[in-house]
């Protein structure tokens, strides 16, 4: 397993998060971002002023993966649902223990405090790779559907 350090993502990290989050979309739905749209989506996820927060897997300094999370309260639980967003790990260090790293990290945060009752994530009902990495790591499939109706912007 390589030597990984987590770190909470700083402004010094926005472009590279930024070309993840492009490389995100062109692999898993095969969508061409918007790359100035994205990096302030960025810029204001690093500021935490979304509710989100990124976290960076480090290489020997260099940026080789990215997990944020953002909350979603739960008034039937009284507590928060810490969602995975732009989970990303470079190709060259997938199956490498990146993920499971970074997924770790921010699980013990939110054993950490009381106000977190779950963690949840998407992931493309075509990839059984990522189902089942998931599934090792303790996920399990709760019986929604996500639905989305998008506003023309």
């Known amino acids: 397993m390589l030597d990984i350090k987590i770190d909470q993502a700083t402004l010094e990290d926005c472009d590279i998060i930024a070309d993840f989050n492009i490389q995100l979309a062109l692999e898993t739905e095969s969508k061409q971002l918007d790359p100035e ?12 002023e979304r509710g989100c927060q990124y976290f960076v897997a480090r290489y020997q300094n260099t940026v080789v993966g990215q997990i944020m999370f953002t909350r979603e309260w739960s008034d039937w639980r009284n507590g928060e649902f810490w969602w995975f967003q732009s989970v990303y790990v470079s190709p060259d260090y997938r199956r490498q223990g990146v993920f499971q790293r970074l ?3 921010v699980q013990s945060l939110a054993e950490s ?27 399990d499939f709760p019986g929604y559907q996500v639905m989305e109706k998008m506003l023309d912007r």
């Open 37 to 48: 749209l994205v990096r302030t989506g960025v810029l204001e996820s690093l500021g935490d």
């Open 113 to 139: 405090n009381p106000d977190v009752v779950g963690l949840r994530l998407y992931v493309e009902l075509e990839n059984e790779r990522a189902q089942s990495t998931y599934q090792q790591l303790g996920f």
């Open 103 to 105: 997924s770790q990290h």
